[in-house]
């Protein structure tokens, strides 16, 4: 996190030369471990970008470059031209100091599969997710859009 709060504050010190009106000092930074294939995100109105610890770990050098950059520029675009996303203005204050694309290429990995319940009607096996099985054990119903029958527990 060290390495991502020094390239912050490198950020800050070029916007707040590139745009002397505004005082960007203020961006705080926090490392979210639920986030697993979102790369960063900024809160705009709080001058937060959060970043996530599993796809920085995996993917230093990049992050470093292109998506701590990518975060800080939002906010930079929000305070200086009032932008919420990808506009123009956000590019041309990412240009500044990085790429301006919008989405990562970092390898995330898929979730596994979770556990499946089959059920079955007269054409053939279903299988629910835990929480339709939870769903169905109150008491709702499924039927088979196939043969409109209704689901019976296999």
Known sequence: ME???AKVAELI?????????FDFSDITVKMNGRLTSTAGRAWLSDAVVEFSVKLYAANEAAFLAD??????AHIVAFRAFGSRGH??????????????????SYL????????TYEWKCACQSHFFSPQ??????????????KCNQILVEA
């Open 3 to 5: 390495k991502i709060k």
């Open 132 to 145: 339709r099985q939870a769903w169905a054990n109150k008491g709702k119903t499924y039927k088979c859009k």
């Open 87 to 104: 506009d123009n203005f956000w590019k041309a204050v990412a240009a500044v100091t990085s790429n301006t694309s919008r989405c990562h």
């Open 13 to 21: 010190a070029i916007y707040n030369a590139q745009y002397p009106d």
């Open 67 to 72: 998506t701590v950059p990518h975060e800080v």
């Open 108 to 115: 995330v990995e898929k979730k596994a599969p979770g556990k």
